[in-house]
């Protein structure tokens, strides 16, 4: 996976609602759950867990969507309706950001893969690591890591 200069903008499709991020994301991610399957259109959606100090809106203001919570807050361009990011409820540490509105796409190949369980049959993934579900609290901070280190 190639590396991107940071910081990068990125933009909901009609370009209306910006975002930034300073940093590079702690993990990437593809999520093969029904509910991401559905809000993407898609097979299944990608994610970049960008940390909360480093994501920021830039233009526009982003509207809930989605599921509207309790655990999960989607955030969508109010006018092209572009799922931009994700907040989930009670991690602080974190931002779920679409890397695919970002102006550098070198860089977002999912190393994990999450919810395989629900995968579509054919849908594969480049990912290191596969989860049925979500990983297990345990795991994450060792794949922080090891995302951190890939070469």
């Known amino acids: 996976m190639t590396e991107a200069a940071f910081p990068l903008a990125g933009v909901c499709r009609c370009g209306r ?4 991020i300073a940093a590079p994301p ?4 593809a999520c093969h759950c029904r509910g991401c399957q559905r809000m993407s ?24 969507g989605g599921l509207g919570g309790p655990q999960l807050d ?6 092209c309706k572009t799922w931009m990011f994700t907040r989930i409820v009670g991690v602080e ?13 070198r860089w977002c190949e999912p190393f994990i893969e999450t919810m395989t369980a629900e995968r579509l049959a054919w849908a594969r993934t480049p990912a290191r690591h596969s989860y049925a ?3 297990p609290a345990e795991d994450l901070e060792p794949l922080m890591r090891a995302f951190a280190a890939r070469s």
């Open 17 to 20: 609602t910006g975002i930034a």
């Open 26 to 29: 702690l993990m990437t991610a």
């Open 41 to 64: 259109a898609s097979a299944y959606s990608l994610t970049a867990m960008i940390p909360a100090d480093a994501f920021k809106v830039v233009r526009g203001a982003p509207v809930e």
């Open 74 to 79: 989607h955030f969508f361009c109010p006018s």
């Open 93 to 105: 540490a974190f931002v779920n950001v679409r890397p695919t509105l970002l102006e550098d796409l």
């Open 133 to 135: 579900g979500f990983p």
